[in-house]
């Protein structure tokens, strides 16, 4: 296997929670708090500022009530709290920005990622206002930065009140890892599956590289390559980026230019995706009769996806 191969395969063990918070000032309509918490890309509990209840939005993360009766009395009661504080962040935001009105938007994230396999945890709390980072914490250090001179009286504020440093290391070090935990176990099923893609072979037009696309794999620890005569090549590949599907899956390509293949060589060539947790590799022929075209019948839908 490729370092790179290796790469992608060791470099995502790693699962994370995050709690994203967005306030909002004058957007019609729209709750002007809005929390949500997201477990490995999924959504998994929604709170907004007019139901004033966090709830589960996956069934499965109802049973956290089994063994943390109080969990969801506890989380609600938190970010009934937080609506106050983007409201009143947004309204100090404005004057130090010189905002007389109009619509502002905030947004909290803060969570934790967690390594499986070494057990490590990190901790993550960044403040945004109207799409810039106006503040962040750097959790091992216990400091709050201020990223924009105008958030500076915060970070002061913020880095004297011991008793907010405490809250924040117990809730992304200790709280959080944990919950993490029991919403992987609890969405064992979803989570923690293993999906297989479907394989394409894709041509935008004849001297276009043939890209091979794999689209619908679960969970994002694959590899994609070319080989030629059984071994991966290098050579005229270009590698697509990992993308999400809106279904919770994965895709991703592998381009091979094939300006300098003979036709009569096209069968030596084979797209490889191998995805982590599963023995059999899916191996696809460089076979014309495969490839489905773009200058035919082919578009992308909505999602990016091909569709015939
Ligand atoms: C806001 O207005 C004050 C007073 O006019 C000025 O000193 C300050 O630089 C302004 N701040 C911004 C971010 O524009
Ligand atoms: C494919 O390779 C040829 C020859 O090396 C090069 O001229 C061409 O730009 C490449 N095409 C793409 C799409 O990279």
């Known amino acids: 296997m490729s370092s790179r191969s290796l790469f992608l395969l060791v470099s995502t063990v790693i699962h994370s929670l995050r709690y994203a918070h ?5 957007i019609p309509n729209v709750p002007d708090t809005v929390a949500v918490v997201i477990v ?18 996956q069934t499965w993360m109802s049973r956290v009530s089994e063994d943390d009766p109080d969990y969801w009395e506890r989380e609600t009661s938190f970010w009934r709290d937080q609506e106050q504080y983007a409201r009143m962040h947004i309204e100090f935001y404005k004057e130090r920005f010189n905002q007389s009105g109009g619509i502002h938007v905030l947004q909290v994230s803060h969570g934790c990622e967690w390594d499986d396999e ?6 993550f709390d960044v403040v945004r206002y109207d799409g810039e980072d106006v503040l962040i914490l750097d959790v091992k250090a216990r400091r709050w930065i201020a ?10 504020r913020y880095n004297k009140d011991e008793g907010w440093l405490e809250f924040m290391d117990h809730r992304l070090l200790k709280e959080c890892p944990e919950s993490l935990k029991k919403s992987l176990d609890y969405g064992k099923s979803t989570l923690q599956r293993t999906e ?12 276009s590289p043939v890209s ?3 689209t619908g794999f679960y969970p994002h620890r694959a590899a994609i390559f070319w080989r030629k005569d059984g071994e991966e090549i290098h050579e005229q590949v270009d590698h697509g980026e990992l993308l999400n599907n ?3 899956s994965f895709q991703m390509s592998v381009d091979l230019n094939m300006s300098l293949i003979r036709a009569d060589d096209w069968r030596r060539y084979h797209c490889v995706f191998q995805l982590s947790g599963v023995e059999e590799d899916m191996v696809t022929e460089l076979d014309p009769a495969l490839i489905r075209t773009n200058w035919g019948t082919l578009t992308m839908d909505s999602t990016g996806l091909f569709v015939l």
């Open 40 to 57: 490995d890309g999924y959504q998994t509990n929604h709170y907004d500022s007019i139901t004033r209840k966090m709830v589960p939005t």
């Open 246 to 248: 809106h279904d919770g």
């Open 212 to 214: 091979c696309l794999a």
């Open 147 to 156: 990223m924009k001179p105008q958030a500076l009286s915060y970070q002061h």
């Open 118 to 123: 070494t057990g490590e945890v990190h901790g």
């Open 22 to 26: 967005t306030g909002s000032s004058e």
């Open 196 to 207: 297989l893609p479907s394989v394409y072979l894709l041509q935008k037009t004849p001297s």
